[in-house]
């Protein structure tokens, strides 16, 4: 399969608790990006790699969320501290960087539900 | 005022009918745009890309109006699998997205 790769599919979690997503693009894709959605609402951007440098984040970003891809190839989101608002499903996704014109490529999500 | 905006619908649309989406974006130095679909509980998918030119993909044709900052998605002939959530995307060094307009086609 050379579709992009989340995982966890599902994560449920205590209040309080940590929580790591990873994500593993499509192997010649240089960048990478990580979206988050809530029922009703589309895609909202959160940040986005380009090899290793993390080029962008979003607002959303609370530094209560940190984002690495140490290697340029696969990408861990971690949240410390979760919070009930954080509820979300959690896309991925990438592209070639001279690709643009084509879109992204979305891997199948981790939906995070905090109890 | 959303970078990007949709009727979210629904629309409920009989089969074979067809239809039409609108969306309005902010950011007039967007150069990507796109209409991606998304179903229930799924992540989106490309639909298709956006041109000024307009373009056409079987049943499905999209167009883009800058000076408007405009973009439209038509379905003819509508099917049941069709029924989806159809989001609109606009982009530079990243893509936004739109809240998405909830199709339904009824038998």
């Known amino acids: 399969d050379t579709g992009v790769s989340q995982d966890p599919r599902h994560k449920i979690t205590k209040r309080g608790q940590n929580v790591t997503f990873r994500c593993d693009p499509i192997?010649?894709?240089?960048?990478l990006y990580w979206y988050r959605q809530t029922l009703g609402q589309g895609p909202e951007f959160l940040t986005y790699f380009q090899n290793e440098a993390q080029l962008e984040k979003s607002r959303l970003l609370s530094d209560r969320f940190s984002a690495e891809r140490p290697k340029g190839s696969f990408s861990t989101l971690e949240i410390q501290r979760t919070e009930q608002g954080d509820s979300a499903m959690y896309l991925c996704?990438?592209?070639?960087?001279?690709?643009?014109?084509?879109?992204?490529?979305f891997g199948s999500g981790t939906r995070l539900t905090v109890v | 005022r959303k970078e990007v905006e949709q009727d979210p619908g629904p629309f409920n649309v009989p089969e074979g009918a067809t239809v039409a989406f609108n969306c309005t974006y902010s950011n007039s130095a967007s150069q990507s745009f796109f209409w991606y679909r998304q179903d229930c509980r799924k992540e989106p998918k490309l639909l298709m890309s956006v041109y000024s030119s307009g373009n056409e993909d079987g049943r499905f044709t999209a167009q883009l109006n800058r000076a408007s900052q405009y973009i439209s998605l038509l379905i003819r002939d509508s099917k049941l699998s069709d029924s989806a959530t159809y989001l609109c995307?606009?982009?530079?060094?990243?893509?936004?997205f739109g809240t998405g307009t909830r199709l339904t086609i009824i038998p």
């Open positions: 192997s010649e894709h240089n960048r």
């Open positions: 996704a990438s592209s070639a960087r001279d690709s643009f014109n084509y879109g992204y490529t």
């Open positions: 995307v606009v982009g530079r060094e990243k893509l936004t």
